[in-house]
């Protein structure tokens, strides 16, 4: 069965950066696509970034996009979220997911595995 631990979220100022990782097992990491998204609550789970099996395809939110940039290790089975330029509208709880295949979605109906998420939260 596979497992989502993420980690690396806290609390940090508007301007800062933190760094979120998100560690899998129990499937064979390189071959499917990883995404991230964020909730606050009283809203959808929103869309934040993916990346395509082998990395070489990456997609943002426009929310994020120039701010954020997601990654992977394959050899470490490790997706990552560098979150610079933080502001407070990105406080949420940030999740990481798996896609169904190793093409990259928006979607969460494509990803069939979730973390249990991470606290962000940017203050003034």
């Known amino acids: 069965q596979v497992q989502l631990v993420e980690s690396g979220g806290g609390l940090v100022q508007a301007g800062g950066s933190l760094r979120l990782s998100c560690a899998v097992s129990?499937?064979?990491?390189?071959?499917?696509?990883m995404g991230w998204f964020r909730q606050v609550p009283g809203k959808e789970r929103e869309f934040v970034a993916a990346?395509?099996?082998?990395?070489?395809?990456?997609n943002y939110s426009d929310s994020v996009k120039g701010r954020f940039t997601v990654s992977r290790d394959n050899a470490k089975n490790t997706v990552y979220l560098q979150m610079d330029s933080l502001k407070p509208e990105d406080t949420a709880v940030y999740y990481c997911?798996?896609?169904?295949?190793?093409?990259?979605?928006?979607?969460?109906?494509?990803?069939?595995?979730w973390g249990q998420g991470t606290q962000v939260t940017v203050s003034l």
């Open positions: 129990g499937r064979t990491f390189s071959t499917y696509a």
């Open positions: 990346i395509s099996s082998g990395g070489g395809i990456i």
């Open positions: 997911a798996a896609a169904r295949t190793s093409n990259i979605s928006r979607r969460l109906n494509d990803y069939d595995a």
